[in-house]
């Protein structure tokens, strides 16, 4: 190899060098200047529907419209909704569903309803309903019988039955409390005229204590 070739070598060894020292400067002064630049900023964004994951993939969070609320999941099988509203629904880790919040609008009226679960049912809710014409209905808090973990959704959707429900319906205001069947047995009340009443109840429905108690009237003819 003539000496001519060995100093043009030496040359191309020299610029590969400075272009290669050029590039990790490049490189250091790219990642110090994304590290120092502030996290991407959206003033709005629109979007049908939104996964929030873990950091191995799974899921914990959904936001959706209506058209793409995801179906209830729970111990890997998918159920059917009665409506399909728009909201969020919150996952276990197991990709169970926990939870969530409902709002749906429909020919009926309109429903809005946040939820948390019990392992294979619904835990307690809270619920406010609107008719068809605009006019608020009932709103309300409902807490229901926990159903042993082993059952099977449809087996505790048979058995479970509300236990406490804190309510206001059509301007009466109402706590309710129920046996394990399901029964009424205390009623607190206090009607849209501001009467007030308590009532305790039996298994059979039939009251046997209240207060006030009922007021005799004053027409003998009603008496006969």
Known sequence: MSEQHIARL???????????????????????????SPPPHFEQISVERLNIVDADGATR?????QQRFPPPMLNGQTFKRAVSPAGLV????????VGGLALTDVEAGKISALAF???NMDAIGLMTRIGADGEPISSGLQINQAM?????VMEAAKQTTRRIAIQNE???????????????????????????????LDAEGKTVFSAPEAVPSANPASAQ
């Open 10 to 36: 030496s040359r191309e060894m020299r610029l590969l060098r400075y272009y290669a020292a050029a590039m990790t400067l490049a490189f250091a002064v790219l990642m110090l200047t994304a590290f120092k």
């Open 61 to 65: 969070i959904v936001i959706a419209n």
């Open 90 to 97: 919150f996952y276990d880790r197991k990709g169970n569903e």
């Open 117 to 119: 679960d019990n392992p």
């Open 148 to 152: 042993p973990s082993h059952l099977s």
């Open 170 to 200: 059509h301007n009466n205001a109402e706590i309710l409390m129920a046996d394990a069947e399901g029964r009424d047995r205390i009623r607190l009340r206090v009607d849209h005229e501001g009467q007030a009443r308590i009532e305790v």
